[in-house]
């Protein structure tokens, strides 16, 4: 309910019922969960444990915080699920605009050896094309490691 509290006075009609505001709290964790599927599935594939602790990978969306119907509808989706839910179907769903967030924390990468912070740079390409590769037309992301190693994709 703390949507509602930073949101959305008592008598707002923008605020959340009890269960859409649950849904809202259990969609930020799964963003969490894909996201870790993300990590162990791809991108420890291409970089090293330590690397990949230097990184956040979670799902995300655009366009700010759906509209309070979303919440019921994604509730009545299958996979909608702690058993189920996977990032593919975040990115194959039709009810909001979801994308991958892949992003580096500076204080991370600048306690790896040099050694590292270049394998972590280098590795950038090959994180773009896993995601292309693994998601194929339903890829949606965005990585950014620095300035220079930086990208939006929406398949």
Same mark, same amino acid.
């Not at 790896?112 to 994180?127: G, I």
């Given at each position: +309910?703390?949507?509602?509290?930073?949101? /959305?006075?008592?008598? #707002?009609?923008?605020?959340?019922?009890?269960? $859409?505001? +649950?849904?809202?709290?259990? +969609?930020?964790?799964?963003?969490?969960?894909?996201?870790?599927?993300?990590?162990?599935?791809?991108?420890?594939?291409?970089? #090293?444990? $330590?690397?990949?602790?230097?990184?956040?990978?979670?799902? #995300?969306?655009?366009?700010?915080?759906?509209?309070?119907?979303?919440?019921?509808?994604?509730?009545? =989706?299958?996979?909608?699920?702690?058993?189920?839910?996977?990032?593919?179907?975040?990115?194959?769903?039709?009810?909001? %605009?979801?994308?991958?967030?892949?992003?580096?924390?500076?204080?991370?990468?600048?306690?790896?050896?040099?050694? $590292?912070?270049? /394998?972590? +740079?280098? #590795?950038?390409?090959?994180? =773009?094309?896993?995601?292309? %590769?693994? *998601?194929?037309?339903?890829?949606?992301? %965005?990585? *950014?490691?620095? $300035?220079? /190693?930086?990208? =939006?994709?929406?398949?």
């Amino acid at each position: +309910m703390k949507i509602n509290q930073d949101k /959305h006075g008592f008598f #707002s009609p923008e605020r959340y019922s009890a269960k $859409q505001a +649950m849904i809202q709290e259990l +969609m930020e964790i799964s963003f969490d969960l894909a996201g870790e599927e993300v990590r162990q599935e791809l991108i420890l594939d291409i970089v #090293s444990e $330590q690397e990949a602790d230097c990184l956040d990978i979670r799902i #995300s969306y655009r366009n700010g915080n759906p509209d309070q119907e979303f919440y019921d509808a994604l509730w009545e =989706e299958p996979w909608f699920t702690a058993n189920e839910l996977t990032a593919r179907d975040y990115l194959e769903c039709d009810l909001y %605009e979801f994308y991958i967030d892949v992003f580096d924390y500076d204080y991370r990468v600048e306690k790896l050896t040099q050694e $590292q912070q270049e /394998h972590l +740079m280098d #590795s950038f390409s090959a994180v =773009e094309r896993a995601l292309k %590769e693994t *998601y194929g037309e339903a890829a949606a992301f %965005e990585i *950014y490691f620095d $300035q220079e /190693h930086q990208v =939006e994709y929406d398949g």
